[in-house]
C-alpha cells in the first residue's frame, strides 16, 4: 500500500493518504492484534480489503505519535472507529476507490471523508442538500461531491446517530479550488448548534478529500 502522504494539519492532528494495491491477506499481516476477529462481512467483496486498509493506515498514523499499544476497534453505539489504549484520541477513517485517508488527534474529535467525483451525488442533491446549497453547487458534478463529501465529514466529526443530512447538516456558499475551507453548521435535534471549519481538497480530477477538526 503506497502511501501517498503523511501530513500535520494546521490542527496539529495527523492525516494519511493511502493508494490502495494490496490484497487483504498482506494487510491484515501488517496489523497487529486480532482484527481477523473484527472484520464486517457482507455482500460487497471489497469491503473486507478496504476495512483493513483503513486499519493497517491508521497503525501508520499512530506510531508516528505513540509506542503505547494501541489498536482501533469499532464504536457499537455509533459505528465509528476508535483509538483504544490512548485515552482523549479521536480518529476517522474513510475509503473511495483506491483512496484511503485517515484523521488522528491525540486530543479531541475529527471527522474525515473521500469521495470519487460521480453523478450520483447531482442525482441524489435533492436528498440531501438544501435550496440554497443547490443553487451554490449549480450544475458542478464536482461541487455537489464536495458538498456530499463535507456532511459525511460532519457527521463523523458529530459521531451520533439520527443527523439528517439535508436539515441537521449545513453548508455556507464557497468558490471551488483546487483546495480550500468550507463553513459547516451541525444543527442537531435536541442540541446546541455549532459551526465548523473544514477544509479540502482535490486529489485527482475524479476524487475530492474533506476533514474537519474540533478541539
Known amino acids: 500500500m503506497p502511501l501517498h502522504s503523511l501530513t500535520t494539519t494546521p490542527d496539529a492532528a495527523l492525516l494519511g493518504l493511502w493508494r490502495l494495491t494490496e490484497p487483504a491477506e498482506e494487510l491484515l499481516a501488517r496489523l497487529p492484534g486480532n482484527y481477523a476477529a473484527w472484520l464486517p462481512t457482507g455482500r460487497d467483496p471489497e469491503r473486507p480489503r478496504q476495512w483493513l486498509a483503513g486499519r493497517a493506515l491508521a497503525h501508520e498514523l499512530l506510531r508516528e505519535l505513540t509506542d503505547a499499544p494501541a489498536l482501533v476497534q ?58 440554497a446549497e443547490r443553487l451554490d453547487a449549480g450544475p458542478d458534478e464536482t461541487k455537489h461531491s464536495l458538498y456530499w463529501s463535507a456532511k459525511e ?39 446546541a448548534p455549532s459551526q465548523h471549519l473544514l477544509r479540502y481538497e482535490r486529489l485527482t480530477h475524479d476524487c475530492v478529500l474533506t476533514w474537519c477538526v474540533a478541539l
Open 74 to 131: 469499532t464504536d457499537a453505539d455509533t459505528g465509528q472507529p476508535l483509538v483504544t489504549g490512548l485515552s482523549g484520541a479521536g480518529i476517522s477513517l474513510s475509503h473511495s476507490g483506491e483512496w484511503v485517508a485517515a484523521l488522528l488527534t491525540p486530543k479531541g474529535r475529527v471527522g474525515i471523508d473521500v469521495e470519487q467525483v460521480r453523478p450520483k451525488a447531482r442525482q441524489l442533491a435533492t436528498k440531501f442538500l438544501s435550496e
Open 153 to 191: 465529514t460532519l457527521y463523523k466529526l458529530h459521531s451520533r446517530r439520527r443527523l439528517l443530512f439535508k436539515e441537521h447538516i449545513q453548508l455556507e456558499p464557497f468558490a471551488l479550488q483546487a483546495q480550500g475551507t468550507l463553513t459547516g453548521h451541525l444543527l442537531p435535534p435536541n442540541e
